[in-house]
């Protein structure tokens, strides 16, 4: 401080402008996929043959004293082949799918603006001044 015309003093005049932003940015990102497969084969074979083959004879000749005469013969034949085949096949499936996904973006902006002035204050003798 000084002095001026008898104890007068004085302090500082200031002024001027404050400016603030705030920005803020935030983003957000997810996603997600799932698959599933489920699958299942059963197949199955069977096969037989067969095969029988009988045969049977019998023979009888007879003659009597009288010059008579007999004669018989019987035969038998069997024969059986047989095959099979059988052939199964069965099929199961099951198959699912998902796709998520999640966007989120915020933004914030604010601007703010202040004006501020401040005198100076003068104190001494008969006058006391103060501006603000």
Do not use: C, W
Request: hydrophobic share 25%.
């Amino acid at each position: 401080m000084s002095d001026y015309d008898g104890g007068i003093d004085y302090g500082h005049y200031e002024a001027g402008e404050d400016h603030q932003a705030v920005d803020q940015l935030h983003q957000e990102h997810a996603a997600e996929a799932d698959h599933q497969s489920d699958y299942n084969v059963y197949e199955q074979d069977t096969e037989s043959a067969e095969s029988t083959d009988f045969q049977q004879g019998r023979h009888v000749e007879f003659e009597d004293p009288s010059g008579a005469r007999y004669e018989e013969t019987e035969y038998t034949n069997y024969s059986h082949d047989e095959y099979d085949s059988n052939h199964v096949f069965a099929a199961e499936g099951s198959e699912s799918s998902h796709t998520a996904e999640y966007d989120e973006l915020d933004a914030l902006k604010a601007r703010f603006d202040s004006a501020f002035v401040e005198g100076t204050q003068y104190h001494g003798g008969d006058y006391e001044i103060a501006a603000k």
